[in-house]
């Protein structure tokens, strides 16, 4: 098995898909901690990398990146990683893939870019549109969360499963919209079981509404820290999550065989998390079974690196 040097910004949505990236190639890794040392050293290395300067000046690492060995490529999420990425790849002599877009860098200076589709990357040689997020929980990962899951609940026939968020910068959540929302899928969905979780994020009033429906499965999350979302996407004929959830939605369209549908709470616009769930509506993955299949992104992703 190879190995990867995966440079982490801190941010744990990150930090996964950069762990994805690595399980889907098929190579071992190790984690380094990435820091710029100010925020005028971030933006310098935008004129940095445009004048193709590769300095180790202006960021900090957990590790000694020269006493790495047996490194096959360096995998960087988010911006925090994109500059460190080109800098390590140079003094390792080995190639570079980061995920998401890098905006404002050379773009050529990549082996390999994964850019969301609603990103609306340019066209390149190195750069691979993806769907959606990628997700770095593996099969052992979903058979352990449908054991802890059984272990809590039986279920006794198909089931509706409901993944709730909460609001952020372009999505809203009140009480009354929840309601609707719930009405709408007990209507559709007669004769089924109903299941629920609710995150961190999921306001107080939500929850109380949620809490108020006749709900087989229900899982409070201030009330109870459990994560039945494994189970939920390989066990649920049908999944609804709140569009906002980028990283819920990214998962129920790559694993399980479950229906997914979205309940709208983002606000108007033509914002990143509008155009994310229209592209998987483009792409077939909303009201449908159909899932992202990474196995030719990951052979194109192989090519590039040549590994």
């Known amino acids: 098995m190879g190995?990867?040097?995966?440079?982490?910004?801190?941010?744990?949505?990150h930090e996964n898909q950069s762990k994805a990236l690595a399980r889907a190639l098929g190579v071992d890794y190790e984690i380094v901690g990435v820091k710029f040392k100010s925020k005028i050293a971030k933006a310098l290395s935008y004129f940095f990398d445009f004048a193709n300067v590769k300095s180790k000046s202006l960021f900090s690492l957990s590790g000694n990146i020269r006493l790495k060995e047996g490194v096959d490529v360096v995998i960087g999420t988010g911006s925090g990683t994109f500059y460190a990425a080109k800098v390590v790849s140079k003094i390792l002599s080995r190639p570079s893939a980061v995920v998401l877009y890098p905006r404002g860098y050379r773009i050529s200076g990549f082996s390999c870019v994964l850019a969301p589709a609603f990103d609306r990357p340019e066209k390149a040689p190195n750069v691979i549109e993806i769907p959606a997020n990628l997700v770095a929980n593996d099969e052992a990962f979903y058979n352990a969360g449908v054991e802890n899951f059984l272990s809590r609940y039986t279920?006794?026939?198909?089931?509706?499963?409901?993944i709730v968020g909460g609001p952020n910068k372009c999505s809203g959540m009140s009480a009354?919209?929840?309601?609707?929302?719930?009405?709408?899928?007990?209507?559709e969905n007669k004769g089924k079981e109903f299941w629920v979780t609710t995150s961190r994020r999921t306001p107080e009033d939500v929850e109380k509404v949620i809490d108020?429906?006749?709900?087989?499965?229900?899982?409070?999350?201030?009330?109870?820290?459990?994560?039945?979302?494994?189970?939920?996407?390989?066990?649920?004929?049908?999944?609804?999550?709140?569009?906002e959830s980028t990283g819920m939605l990214s998962e129920s369209c790559t694993f399980g065989s479950a229906e997914v549908e979205v309940l709208d709470n983002l606000n108007p616009g033509n914002h990143k998390f509008r155009l994310f769930?229209?592209?998987?509506?483009?792409?077939?993955?909303?009201?449908?079974?159909?899932?992202?299949?990474?196995?030719?992104i990951t052979a194109k992703v192989k090519s590039l690196l040549a590994i």
């Open 212 to 243: 108020s429906f006749p709900f087989d499965y229900k899982l409070i999350y201030s009330r109870d820290k459990f994560n039945p979302i494994p189970a939920f996407v390989r066990l649920a004929k049908k999944l609804y999550v709140t569009a």
């Open 277 to 296: 769930v229209e592209m998987l509506k483009e792409g077939g993955y909303i009201g449908s079974s159909r899932k992202i299949d990474l196995t030719e």
């Open 155 to 162: 279920p006794k026939g198909d089931a509706v499963a409901v």
């Open 3 to 13: 190995k990867a040097i995966i440079l982490t910004d801190g941010k744990a949505g």
């Open 176 to 187: 009354e919209w929840m309601r609707r929302m719930l009405e709408k899928v007990f209507e």
